[in-house]
């Protein structure tokens, strides 16, 4: 038995066989087809090569303007590649000939054609050889567009253990019937963590090294409320965790019986708790949570799962999340690509500090076109709903205006189009750099309304890189510095009278409920799986004992000591309605 520590990312307890996933390798496995199973094989390498070219397309394009033309040649190169028959045709010989699966068939022509590049006595040609290899590995990477593949393959993997999963990863655990993961690195606020939240699967990070710690079908214990997972546990050890997994079930059963009530607090204030939303799927849980609308609808899943979607799939897919939220708002954010939320299908330069690079709104308003088909699909579902749009990352007033220009253009479009939308839309601001909570009075004047994206503004506001483990200790809310930058915000909104929302983890953290209501804010947007839990602290409050938190917090100068205060309060005042 071994035990381990890491950060406590998505709560829960699941108990079972571990499959270690190591993402580096694309294991090639051949396998027989049957004769009637070729054209099935021909499709796979098709789509394979289809998305691969549009890749290279897409990267060609945006990295014109910042590559030498020397070096921009390299994409012709792979795109030549893609059409050889050399290697597409001796491919698709071996599928059809030998009867094999594409991916080894494609492997098998890479390496026929290595070896004979090799042999040239061209330098230029032995040179092709590694662009060769990157073409094959590209082209069997987006064969199988599902990174979680070789999970699906392995038998009895009910538990991932990984160096480091994407958010993309995670979106296909619960179709993949997976229970649980831990890996190496990670934090609590990283995409692949909100994403665990929000799917309800049990989850680890920052583990340092279990990856190489834990074999192919361990036992493994996730514990999600405490960061801890146990390898190999012994009877004694099991029968703990499965009992603490049993009091989770009856907490939940008495969460379940709140499904019908509003968020209102003790003393009468009622609290509006929306959705924070990134897969149309998770609507089921809101609804059946009686939330009270999308505080936050995170379109880059919509790149991360279906790569560079057309304005009418966008279209789609929003209407669908508009009839679902029904008469209540649909905040819907324009895409936060970038950073730790890098779809595999848009190219990205090299950054040195992806964090503070070509991120969010930076990244829309680069790429105009981009931008014109998200702005166009929002506006055209707003006829279904109350959709009201969001932009992340803003810096200042200027980006904001030119975001409205932007959305004017697509207005102006539409018009003339004859195309139906709401010409009054609301425009918000993500509040999630510190220059915002600075400015946020002179802001307060321009934006229809805020949304505090606490995850980003405690990274920018304390300088922790929200992904990086090594500085998850200092990641601490109620640190004097955001808790001004929290109170500046709600001050500037309510002085404004416009709406101010927090959509960053805390808002669905039973821990931090009282610390935000303290400050004035009633508007909390969290993942779905949050609602019933916070629902059920917010009705354990009271107004003026968070506000006397507040009083308190403000007076503690060192954040260690502010976070155990507000862990102190908590245990006081809700001790019974908590569960961690
Ligand atoms: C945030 O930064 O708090 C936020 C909600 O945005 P995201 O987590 O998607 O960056
Ligand atoms: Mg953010």
């Known amino acids: 038995m071994r035990k381990l520590k890491g950060i406590a990312s998505s709560d829960g307890i699941s108990i079972g066989h571990c499959y270690i996933l190591d993402r580096q390798k694309i294991n090639v496995r051949r396998y027989n087809i049957p004769a009637n199973g070729v054209p099935a094989e021909l499709e796979k390498l098709k789509l394979g090569i289809k998305r691969t070219a549009e890749f290279i397309e897409n990267s060609k394009s945006m990295s014109e303007d910042s590559l030498a033309e020397e070096h921009s040649f390299i994409f012709d190169v792979y795109l030549m590649l893609l059409r050889d028959n050399m290697l597409i045709g001796e491919t698709e010989k071996n599928i059809s000939e030998s009867l094999v699966n594409a991916e080894y068939a494609m492997s098998m022509a890479g390496a026929k054609l290595m070896a004979q590049f090799d042999k040239s006595p061209n330098e230029y040609l032995r ?3 590694s662009d060769i290899n990157n073409i094959v590995q590209k082209v069997l990477r987006f064969m199988n567009d599902n990174s979680m593949d070789t999970v699906m393959n392995s038998e009895n993997a009910d538990i991932i253990i990984a160096h480091d999963l994407t958010p993309s990863d995670t979106a296909q655990m619960s179709k993949n019937k997976i229970k649980g993961f831990a890996t190496d690195l990670g934090s609590k606020t990283a995409h692949t963590s909100i994403l665990a939240r929000s799917l309800g699967i049990p989850a680890v990070v920052g583990l340092g090294d279990i990856s190489s710690l834990a074999d192919d079908g361990d036992l493994i214990i996730i514990d999600g409320f405490e960061g801890v997972v146990i390898i190999n546990p012994d009877e004694e050890t099991l029968e703990i965790y499965k009992d603490k997994d049993t009091r989770y079930s009856n907490y939940i059963s008495e969460l379940n019986k709140l499904q019908h009530e509003d968020s209102v607090t003790k003393d009468g204030e009622r609290v509006f708790t929306y959705s924070n939303i990134e897969l149309n799927d998770e609507f089921y849980l809101s609804k059946k949570s009686n939330h009270d609308g999308v505080g936050l609808y995170r379109t880059e899943y919509i790149y991360m799962e279906h790569g560079d979607v057309s304005e009418d799939l966008q279209y789609k897919i929003l209407k669908e999340a508009a009839e679902e939220t029904g008469s209540k708002q649909l905040v819907v954010r324009t895409f936060d690509l970038g950073a730790d939320k890098l779809s595999k299908y848009i190219s990205h330069p090299e950054e040195q500090n992806p964090a503070m690079g070509l991120r969010a709104i930076r990244y829309s308003l680069k790429y105009p076109e981009f ?19 969001l932009f992340p990352m803003i810096s200042g007033i200027e980006e904001l205006m030119k975001c409205r220009t932007a959305l004017e253009k697509a207005k102006n479009e539409l018009r003339a189009e004859g195309v139906d939308f709401n010409p009054d839309i609301k425009t918000g601001v993500m509040m999630e750099l510190p220059s915002l909570a600075i400015i946020s009075d002179l802001l307060a004047t321009e934006a229809d309304f805020f949304s505090v994206g606490t995850n980003d503004l405690i990274q920018y506001t304390l300088g922790i890189d ?45 821990k931090y409920i009282p610390f935000l209501l303290g400050m004035g804010y009633r508007h909390l947007s969290m993942s779905p799986a949050a609602l019933l839990k916070a629902r059920m602290i917010i009705r354990a409050l009271n107004i003026a004992d968070c506000e006397k938190l507040i009083d308190e917090l403000s007076e503690i100068k060192i954040a260690r000591l502010a976070e155990e205060h507000v862990e102190k309060f908590i245990e006081e005042h809700c001790s019974s309605v908590y569960f961690h």
């Open 127 to 129: 040179e092709r050889k």
């Open 466 to 510: 929200r992904n990086n483990e090594f500085v998850a200790y200092l990641y601490r809310p109620s640190h004097p510095a955001v808790l001004r930058s929290l109170k500046m915000i709600i001050d500037s909104a309510k002085n404004a009278g416009i709406k101010c929302t927090v959509c960053g983890e805390i808002a669905g953290e039973p």
């Open 371 to 389: 931008f014109n088909k998200q702005l166009r699909a929002i506006l055209r579902a707003s006829v279904h709903g109350d959709v009201r749009i």
